[in-house]
Every structure is written in C-alpha cells, then in structure tokens.
C-alpha cells in the first residue's frame, strides 16, 4: 500500500520548523519532575498555551530509538519501514558522502596482544591525531583487489569509519568485533551468500592492516554495523519542501542530507543555529533545527545541566515564532531522563504552534501538561503529517 | 515483517511480576463508579502513586475478549495473530497435555427426545459423578480406526473434553451443537477437505456413544469449538525470561503451560499464590499470578463481592512489593462490570511501578484515575513491551 501522506501532499507557502531538542523527555521521580517540568520556560509556554500539545512514542510503544530512528521518525518516515544503521549514521557523522552500494562500517582501533587476541577494544583512546595518521597511513599503503575502492575516515579517539565502494559489495557481514575482550577478533563472514565477495576484500584488507600496525599501541582493528545506504524517499518529492537542516553535530546534518535536504555548515552555538535560519529563511519551506546539550547533559545524569539547556532554547524561541512560521513544532527525538542517564521508551512531549494548529487547554510545555493536550498520545511519524495540514499541504482524503 | 519486540530482546535480572485481576475492569453508571472506583485499595493507589497508569484495550477498540485472548495479549501475544480455541482452552483448563496434531473440542453432554431432536443442551445438567462414569464407560468400549486415539475428559456437570490423537486429523470440523433444542444435532462436518478423515472418524464415533448411551438421561453428546494446540512461540525464547504462572483455577495454569512457563499447582487460595510467588522468588524471572474471584463476582452481578475481592489483592500488594520487583504490573485480562454480568469491552486500568518506570500525577488505582497517567490509552498487547523496557530487557531500537 502506498503511503497516504506522499499521496496528498500539495505546495503551499506556509513555512514549517521544527526544533528538535535530542533526548528532551524525562521522568517524574519521586524526588521531583523531569527536567522540562522544573525548568523555567515563559516563552514554550506561551507557545504551548497558544497551541496544542501532546506527547509522542518515538517509535512504538515502549520502544527505545536510536538517534537515527528517532530522527527518521520525525521527518515522517516510519522507522520500522526506514532504517539507518551504524554505517550510516558514522558516514553522516563525518559527511562523508555515501553512494548507493557503497558498503560502510564503523571502525575501532584496537590493541590484540601476542596471540592475537584482543585486550583493549578501545586502544587506550588513541589520540585522535594517532588515528588520523593511521588513517592516512593505512589509505595510502592498502592494497586492493581490481575495481574496490576503500576510505578509512578518522572520527574521534579511536573510532574511524570504513567504507568501501566497488560492484557487487554487500553490507551482509557479521560485526569483527567479539564485543568482549580476550578472544581473537571475529574474521569478516558473510550472513548471506552475496555478501561472500565482500567477506574476501575485507580479509584481505585485515591482513594488510595487521601487518602496518604492527608495533603500534593500536595494532589493528574492530568492524561493525556494515550497512549500505538504503534508498531513502528524499524529502523533497516525499513532501513537495525544500527543507534545510541547521545543527552543530555533523551525525545530525548527516542525516539530514541524507534524505536530501540543504544543510548548514555544523553550527558553533544555539545562538549560530538560530541566525542560519533567519538568514536563510527566505529561501526554504521546512527548517529543521537540531540542539544536543538536553541529550549529552541527560546521558551525563546532569539534571540541572539538562533543566538549563532547555531553558537556553526558551529564549531563543521568540525569535523563532517572529519570523511567523506556519507551524512551530518543538519536541525531542526521544527521552534521555538524566536519572537514566541513557535514552529511554518515556513518552516525549511536544507542542505545535501555529495559525491554524488550534487551541487547547494546555498552557505550560512538559510531559504532564503536553500529555492532556489536544494531539493526546502520538508516534512521532504522524507528527509530519501534522505539520504539514497545519501548512495547508495536504489535500483533503476521498471525496 | 518479524516481530519487533522479539528481535530486540536481551538479559536482565531485574524481576517483572504481572498480577491479572480476572475481569478486572467496570463501568460507572449512573447509580455510582465502577467495583475499582468504589474499593479502599490503599496499597494499590500507593503504587499509582509512585508508579505510572494508563488504561489498556485487550484485542482492539470496543471487542470483548475471551479469557484466552485476554491473556496472550497480556503476555504480549497480539490476539489477533496469535489463538487459543474453545478446546484449547478446555484441555487447558483440565490440565490435558495437548500435543501438536491433536484435535481437541469442548463436550456437552445432552438429552436426545426419541427422535433424535435435542431436548436438553446440558442433560439437566448431570452431576459430575455421573460425567465421570459416562467418560469413563464411552473411553473403555469404544472402537476406534487403526491409529486413531481418544481421550473423554470430565470437566463439571455436563461438560467434558474430546480429544483425538493420530495421524492427519485435523480441526476444521463445524460444531455439531445446533446453539437450539428441538431439532438433531449436526453430523460432523469437515468445512475442508483435509478434515474428511476427521469427520468420519467422528461420525463413527458418535454413532457407537449413541448405542452406550441409550436410557440415560445424557444420552448423547454435542461437540463445538473444534480446535488443534497451535505453534505459539514459547514466552522463554521469545522474551529470554524464566516464566512462573501461579493460579488457583487449573485453566490459567494450562495457558500458561502452553506458552512454555512453569506452574504452580493449583493453588487453594489468594494466599497461597502469595507464597508460591515468595517461595519460588529467586528461580525465575517473571511471574504470572491469577486471581479469578473478580471475575465470577462480575459475572454474578455482585457488585460488593467484585469489589471486596479488589480489595483483597490490595492486601496483599504489600507483599508482592517487598520482594523488590524491577516491574510490578496490575491490571485485568478484560472488564466484567457487575451491571453487565459478562465479559465487556471497556478499557481496563493498568499500573506500572518500579524504579525505572517514572512517577505520573495520578494517585488512585482506578479506570477514571488511570486514564490521565503516563501510559494514555494502550493496547494490551504493549503493556509487555513496557515491562520488558522497564526491567531493561530490550536494546536500543535502530542505531
């Protein structure tokens, strides 16, 4: 069945944002509120009190996403349907630009001992610069069979991403990585026989490395999450937009690219963010703006660094809803509650705010209140499809 | 597509304990609230208090489930995938090993005027002794076609179990109750060809019962809801946990068995359910415990006995919470509202407590309080996706 939204989807020049703050839900302990319940917030809530409210499963009851899935789903793209793996997200964390049948994989530097079994899975952290000139080491000595290109693209400490490009590549391979320590790293193995090909280059690859990196603290290395780029409905055609992407992680204008949105250059601040989309709000339908601190805060247990992030975002939203948007979404991509200090399957809240969004009683942005607003329980794709009546952009259904 | 849920599993040794209030669930009217609204549950609202609520429909939107569906569902076995018949559910409920290909129906016995047209659907109700010396008189005389098998089971009064077992046979056979009295009971029918075999062999049968049974009052039997054990997924594999179901009424305890979990024995009591629960406390993961009184006081009409047996689980809540669950779930397999009489579709109330399940605003254990907690509207199917979370059973959907 084809999806209903792409089917009556329609131009319009309302213009949307979206402000996605990464990991915003939180939970009620019994100590006090979640993060966004104690944080002082006038202008979300006046947003809130103009608006409609709700709360949002990200990916289905109970389920906890990945920032991809997360993402994916509030661009309107169901991620049981559509998925990015750890391939993928580490390309898009290095704008690498990934082809179709392009095969990707994320890299750990680690240390084996004498025997070949591995005893540090991280390295010791390498420095970063020790990973890129391993990087660069590697890339220029490498020796590859006919028609297979490789790039080895340093990310932080001891991660890299690996990519391979050729004919005939498949993603279909088991993680390296034992995931443990004191055991021989995996050999690249095919789950499926079409992958066989691709198991061999990568033998062959391995067996080169472990022979440059001899001597080295970091002597070899670790594959997993091999994915290849799926290919993605772009957001354009999907909706009849043209969207921007404006963040400071590159996983997150990644993602965006992706699916074939225009991008900023990564911002140094909120404050950078904020001033793309004013400069460039002339020239877009769809803004999507993207704020980390609320999830690294929430993952480091910081109550009060996460409180004081959102209330960062507060201030910055008159002037967003100056520029008079069509619709102003504001939500998260899932929940990080600083007690957990991970993601987790706690409902998000979210609120829209618009010409024709519609009031309801809810006057203050937080999981509580959002929960008894108008848009009630939610999954987060559906949070698109609201976006986009609430610009006008889709035709009524059946006649 | 695979199940997500599934797909996601991992270990954990934070224990889950679902206690299933049978039939749980009420109505208010315009006399007073529902049997939950009016008990003094104490420790139960202290739970929602400090835990989360919503309210759960079993199967879907307005469709009154069976005690069977009820219950996969709460074991997070979608109703509308997953079965259990009528015969299931009578071996089940006499704690028949059903096999893979055996062919079990529910038996009335019944009373047959001279010429063959049903007079009495339940025999006048027969006491049970004369059940058991009918089943066992049929078991020993009659003569079966080579490889074929049968069991006559006794349950109360006039009803009782038939199975088949051998080769080939299979269920799809129409009920040969014709549901009225004064006219002949239906022959048995195969609704497909691979059931001839069948309903001959049920035909012969019957005709040799209706011989052994001339000049009794139950002198003959009507056969429904023909059924074979399906090939559910056992709830070990699927959920990687070491199941226990506690229950006094042997029905629910052969459900149980049939999803793979260990039983009790019948237990005599609330309380011996309790100390079955605390006794077998550190060999498994998650426990099931049933609680029936709820529901045939529903059923009775009696609101008061519906409502002091609530408030008999509530006494033991205590307990139950002591021995430190990583998830305590509450709730009931459907409603029985006492104005009814019968199992309806209404909503029923669910709480989740533990340390990771986040605090809601709602304080009272009922179905006008539950609705406004965290969990909104759920199907039930989810509530087991939520407990898996909460004890930090499922991995990180999507990278």
Redesign the interface.
């Known amino acids: 069945m084809p999806e209903l939204v792409p089917s009556i989807v329609r131009r319009s020049d309302s213009k949307i944002v979206l402000v996605v703050m990464d990991g915003l839900g939180g939970?009620?302990?019994?100590e006090r509120g979640s993060e966004i319940t104690e944080a002082h917030t006038p202008n979300l809530d006046r947003l809130a009190a103009e608006g409609s409210s709700g709360?949002h499963s990200v990916?289905?009851?109970?389920?906890?996403?990945?920032?991809?899935?997360?993402h994916?789903a509030l661009f309107g793209y169901d991620?049981?349907v559509y998925?990015?793996?750890?391939g993928?997200?580490s390309a898009a964390g290095v704008a690498f630009d990934l082809r179709p049948g392009d095969v990707a994989a994320r890299v750990n530097f680690c240390t084996l001992d004498e025997a070949g079994r591995v005893v540090d899975r991280r390295a010791g952290r390498i420095p970063t610069e020790t990973n890129e000139r391993l990087c660069k080491m590697i890339t220029e000595a490498v020796k590859l069979d006919g028609g297979v290109e490789m790039f080895l693209v340093p990310e932080r400490e001891h991660r890299a991403l690996l990519v391979l490009r050729g004919m005939n590549l498949s993603p279909l391979i088991r993680d390296t990585d034992p995931g443990v320590v004191g055991i021989t790293p995996d050999p690249p193995t095919a789950t499926a026989p079409e992958a066989e090909v691709t198991a061999l280059v990568l033998t062959r690859i391995l067996e080169q490395i472990r022979l440059m990196l001899w001597g080295e603290q970091a002597n070899f290395m670790l594959l997993r999450?091999f994915d290849s780029v799926q290919d993605l409905p772009r957001f354009e055609e999907r909706y009849l937009l043209n969207a921007r992407g404006i963040a400071s992680y590159p996983m997150y204008l990644g993602i965006a690219r992706l699916l074939g949105m225009a991008v900023s250059a990564p911002a140094n601040s909120w404050d950078e963010v904020i001033l793309d989309l004013k400069s460039s709000w002339d020239y877009y339908d769809y803004f999507f703006l993207h704020y980390k601190a609320t999830d690294s805060a929430g993952e480091d247990g910081d109550f009060d660094r996460k409180r004081a992030a959102i209330e960062q975002v507060d201030e910055s939203i008159p002037q967003i809803a100056d520029l008079g948007p069509g619709v102003l979404c504001v939500t998260g991509d899932h929940s990080t509650?600083s007690p957990?200090m991970r993601?987790?399957?706690?409902?998000v809240p979210f609120l829209m705010w618009g010409p024709t969004v519609g009031v309801d009683t809810v006057t203050r942005f937080d999981?509580?209140a959002a929960?008894?607003g108008n848009f009630?329980?939610q999954l987060a794709r559906d949070l698109m499809t609201f976006m986009m009546a609430a610009t006008g952009r889709l035709s009524t259904y059946g006649a």
């Open positions: 939970v009620r302990t019994s709360v990916v289905a009851p109970g389920i906890t996403p990945g920032s991809g899935a997360g994916l991620p049981l998925k990015l793996g750890r993928i997200l999450g509650p957990l993601h987790s399957w706690h409902p999981e509580e929960r008894l009630g329980h």
